[in-house]
């Protein structure tokens, strides 16, 4: 799915966004996979102090996650990596 389409998607505020999804959204921001505990995924981002965490439930993202991605990305004036 391009960047965009992508963006739309999640911004919409579908609950069925795919894990898959949520790690390219997490990964067009500037975020990188910093471990795995469990079913955490962890990511980082060197502008950011904050984590962000998903979990493939199911091949499916948690809302709250994807929120909380949304919440960071706002707060920290993040831009769309080309």
Do not use: T, W
Request: charged share 30%; glycine share 6%.
């Amino acid at each position: 799915m391009r960047k965009r389409k992508l963006l739309r998607k999640i911004l919409s505020g579908s609950k069925n966004i795919r894990f898959s999804e949520a790690v390219s959204c997490a990964e067009m921001f500037g975020f990188s996979l910093q471990r795995i505990r469990g079913s955490h995924h962890i990511f980082g981002h060197p502008d950011v102090s904050d984590l962000v965490n998903l979990q493939n439930v199911k091949g499916k993202a948690k809302p709250y996650q994807i929120k909380q991605l949304l919440d960071i990305i706002e707060r920290y004036n993040l831009q769309l990596e080309e």
